[in-house]
């Protein structure tokens, strides 16, 4: 009776925990069936998490990720109709649109990053996970998710609902010397060492006995990229450096420089009267506006295609994101840009295992279309116009934000996309939990809200509506004002807001803080 009692209890422990360590000593394959994932011939196995309650007889939902996507999703999702498990290296979402702030002290970091479990409090309950890790492969014959901590442990989690949110990466265009001496400006960490590199370089241009030109290169800031973030970056860098540094010394702060590599148009998205305001805006503020194209980046120097050089101190690079290793990496299909296939109902698609060449796809075979960053098109259209048919959606496996595309009507790759996806799949996932044979629900249908983009110096430029035809758009101190109102309002706690509110009132009060650590 013991025996079978102990069974019966490790059977239910099986069943119900989030994460297993698989045995140090074991080999994993992909594609092997689920009996080989874990080991049972004497093999001891690790369970992790709180073994109580043991179950709650709800479906877990795995997300994974934590950005606009993932976020949103967490905090919607009905914590009373799933056990939630969120896997992500970062354990915030980011309020990216103040992230160029951040930069130079108009806005501390803390401020713009909102940690997970105030998005979703349910989180802090014990059938509730959040693991530090990313997530390596995804097996979806047996509803696993193969995840490698900081440390390098390795483990498996379950699911019966998976939301791929793991977001996109800063597209290099194959450019030498982009990842080893520019920086992106996508996270809270990004911001920081900029904003320590540009203290360094205002300190070490003061230095006694060097020379002119290493001093005028130190000075330097090349941006590269006129899209929103880098014309916000622009900014908020010429307006510290009008504001605050020409405070502290004048005839060094008027030997900054600030240069915008764009090439094609400034604010490309945005009406043409909009881009004309912020070129001229830009230009009266000091920023020289460089068309071309990069060839290379070297330590202390851009090249052009045309042979011009640009020494720089330090150069940012914002030109549009690209696929991640990750995705690439998946059983599943994709775009010719690499994000992933999904429909109308945001399920990823995959081919059948036979397919009509003949191929019978092995397990954990990568999908079809680019199977490494060279392979991707980033000029190539997104829609199907090989017209496959038979992609069919993996069951209850979805995606959402910068790492997938529908194939019928490819979305950008914006903030607004991600948050409104997250917002429609817990509203399906919410309504099928209370249905035995849940209904085909509507297609996911995006509303564009239109975009906003601060210039510095208490100027900004508002389009609202289609970005074709836009309503409603306007610019200068108005739309500055209507840019902080509307971010404010959107952040994600009153914690932060009373942060952000704190520090924009201490900077106009007190100036910037320049001190480097």
Request: hydrophobic content about 40%; aromatic content about 8%.
């Amino acid at each position: 009776m013991l025996r079978r009692g102990g069974a019966l209890l490790l059977q239910q422990l099986r069943r119900t925990a989030a994460q297993v360590e698989a045995p140090a000593a074991a080999t994993f394959e992909q594609g092997l069936p689920r009996r080989l994932l874990h080991s049972s011939d004497g093999t001891r196995i690790k369970f992790a998490g709180a073994p109580i309650p043991l179950t709650t007889g709800r479906q877990r939902l795995v997300v994974l990720g934590t950005g606009w996507g993932g976020a949103r999703l967490a905090r919607d999702i009905d914590p009373a109709k799933y056990d939630l498990t969120i896997v992500s290296p970062r354990n915030h979402m980011v309020f990216t649109p103040l992230l160029a702030s951040t930069c130079v002290g108009t806005v501390e970091s803390r401020s713009v990053t909102v940690p997970i479990v105030d998005i979703q409090p349910s989180l802090q309950q014990p059938q509730n996970f959040y693991y530090a890790a990313t997530c390596s492969a995804i097996h979806p014959d047996d509803k696993l998710v193969e995840c490698v901590s900081e440390d390098g442990l390795r483990f498996f989690v379950e699911y019966d609902h998976l939301a791929i949110a793991t977001g996109s990466q800063g597209s290099t265009f194959g450019i030498p010397g982009v990842e080893q001496y520019t920086h992106f400006l996508r996270d809270a960490a990004h911001s920081t060492l900029i904003r320590s590199e540009l203290v360094a370089n205002w300190n070490k241009a003061n230095i006694p006995g060097r020379s002119p030109q290493d001093r005028d290169r130190l000075l330097h800031v090349v941006v590269v990229g006129g899209g929103p973030t880098g014309v916000e970056f622009t900014g908020e860098l010429s307006d510290f450096i009008k504001r605050d540094l020409r405070k502290i010394d004048p005839g060094r702060a008027r030997d900054m420089r600030i240069t915008m590599i764009e090439a094609n148009e400034l604010l490309g998205s945005f009406d043409s009267r909009l881009r004309e305001y912020a070129a001229r805006r830009l230009t009266r503020e000091g920023v020289q506006l460089v068309k071309g194209v990069v060839k290379e980046v070297r330590q202390k120097e851009v090249e052009l295609q045309d042979g011009s050089i640009i020494p720089f101190g330090l150069c940012v690079w914002s030109t549009g994101v690209g696929p991640t290793p990750f995705v690439l990496s998946l059983p599943f299909s994709k775009t010719p840009r690499g994000r992933l296939a999904i429909d109308g109902h945001l399920r990823v698609l995959m081919p059948p295992k036979l397919e009509a060449s003949g191929h019978v796809r092995a397990d954990g075979e990568q999908g079809p279309g680019p199977k490494k960053l060279t392979d991707v098109s980033m000029q190539q259209d997104e829609e199907d116009t090989d017209l496959h048919k038979d992609w069919a959606p993996v069951p209850n496996v979805y995606a959402l934000g910068d790492c997938c595309a529908d194939l019928d009507r490819p979305l950008p790759a914006l903030a607004q996309v991600a948050e409104q996806q997250g917002k429609y799949l817990a509203r399906v996932l919410n309504e099928g939990a209370a249905r035995l044979e849940p209904a085909e629900p509507a297609p996911f249908v995006y509303r564009h809200m239109g975009s906003m983009a601060s210039l510095g110096g208490e100027r900004a430029v508002l389009e609202l509506g289609d970005g074709k035809q836009p309503k409603i758009s306007w610019a200068g101190f108005s739309s500055w004002v209507a840019w902080r109102s509307a971010y404010l309002t959107r952040l994600g706690t009153m914690k932060h807001r009373l942060y952000v509110a704190g520090d924009w009132m201490l900077t106009l009060m007190f100036g910037r803080d320049i001190s480097r650590w």
